[in-house]
């Protein structure tokens, strides 16, 4: 392949990316001679979307090439990345070390730091204590929903409900703040663990039979105050919930794991 046609695959996999089509993007990459491919930047962007794919063997060869020419914050932190995803902690922690030398500041350092401390299955303390450090520069949903999970699992509940009522509070809607609604739900008592998996599961498999209490119409619908966190949820949040919070009451409300794997549909 010439010159020519890997500058034109790889402006056709930049769109692709921008679009988020991250899948269609790797098979475009697929079909370019990477070792003719010179371009730091283009090498950064292919090793971004194998990383994306899952793909961290090919990611990490690619991403050393750029490491020899230049050891920039960019291809640093995609290396710590990667290594993360490769759960090579070795690798992870000199990257780390590298990436903190050129970005000292920069706040990811403590999500890096959260996510290879959970690699080793350090204690909950010391996950909650990088998480808590990233909250003090700046308050994100995703982490915040982490941290109150954690607070969960190592069973102290007041800062767990505390914590889910300042990501309710902060951020008011999305799916990181129905889930903290559920879970502070659950660990106060308003609704019990049952309750939780029986109407996931019935979403997830499209159970259209719940009764007309459960689905009121518009006039007999009650005040929102008077609903649980569950009844309050849209259908597009349940959906958005159902892909992935099968994993969440797994692990968070239930040790019995065969509730949810006799369902007929999988929540991934």
């Given at each position: 392949?010439?010159?020519?046609?890997?500058?034109?695959?790889?402006?056709?996999?930049?769109?692709?990316?921008?679009?988020?089509?991250?899948?269609?993007?790797?098979?475009?990459?697929?079909?370019?001679?990477?070792?003719?491919?010179?371009?730091i930047?283009?090498?950064?962007?292919?090793?971004?979307?194998?990383?994306?794919?899952?793909?961290?063997?090919?990611?990490?060869?690619?991403?050393e090439?750029?490491?020899?020419?230049?050891?920039?914050?960019?291809v640093?932190?995609?290396m710590?990345l990667?290594?993360?995803?490769?759960?090579?902690?070795?690798d992870?922690?000199?990257?780390?070390?590298?990436?903190?030398?050129?970005?000292?500041?920069?706040?990811?350092?403590?999500?890096?730091?959260?996510?290879?401390?959970?690699?080793?299955?350090?204690?909950?303390?010391?996950?909650?204590?990088?998480?808590?450090?990233?909250?003090?520069?700046?308050?994100m949903?995703?982490?915040?929903?982490?941290?109150?999970?954690?607070?969960?699992?190592?069973?102290?509940?007041?800062?767990?409900?505390?914590?889910?009522?300042?990501?309710?509070?902060?951020?008011?809607?999305?799916?990181?703040?129905?889930?903290?609604?559920?879970?502070?739900?659950?660990?106060?008592?308003?609704v019990?663990?049952?309750?939780?998996?029986?109407?996931?599961?019935?979403?997830?498999?499209?159970?259209?039979?719940?009764?007309?209490?459960?689905?009121?119409?518009?006039?007999?619908?009650?005040?929102?105050?008077?609903?649980?966190?569950?009844?309050?949820?849209?259908d597009?949040?349940?959906?958005?919930?159902?892909?992935?919070?099968?994993?969440?009451?797994?692990?968070?409300?239930?040790?019995?794991?065969?509730?949810?794997?006799?369902?007929?549909?999988?929540?991934?």
């Amino acid at each position: 392949m010439g010159r020519y046609s890997i500058i034109v695959k790889t402006e056709e996999v930049r769109r692709r990316v921008q679009a988020g089509k991250f899948d269609s993007a790797m098979k475009v990459v697929e079909t370019i001679p990477l070792k003719k491919v010179r371009n730091i930047a283009d090498l950064s962007l292919f090793a971004e979307i194998y990383s994306h794919n899952k793909k961290y063997e090919e990611a990490m060869e690619l991403l050393e090439r750029v490491y020899k020419k230049s050891k920039t914050r960019r291809v640093l932190y995609q290396m710590v990345l990667v290594s993360i995803g490769k759960k090579n902690i070795l690798d992870a922690e000199r990257y780390l070390e590298e990436y903190k030398e050129v970005a000292p500041k920069d706040l990811s350092i403590y999500i890096f730091r959260y996510k290879i401390d959970k690699l080793k299955k350090e204690p909950y303390e010391v996950l909650i204590e990088s998480l808590r450090k990233l909250k003090d520069h700046t308050y994100m949903e995703k982490w915040a929903y982490e941290l109150a999970k954690l607070y969960y699992k190592a069973g102290m509940e007041e800062e767990c409900i505390q914590e889910c009522s300042d990501l309710i509070l902060w951020f008011g809607v999305g799916s990181y703040v129905e889930k903290a609604k559920i879970l502070r739900a659950y660990y106060s008592g308003e609704v019990a663990k049952e309750e939780i998996i029986d109407k996931l599961k019935k979403r997830v498999s499209g159970d259209n039979s719940l009764s007309e209490q459960e689905n009121p119409t518009k006039s007999e619908e009650v005040e929102p105050t008077n609903k649980t966190p569950l009844e309050n949820l849209e259908d597009n949040e349940w959906k958005e919930l159902s892909e992935n919070v099968g994993k969440e009451v797994e692990e968070l409300l239930a040790d019995e794991q065969s509730e949810l794997n006799n369902s007929d549909q999988k929540m991934d």
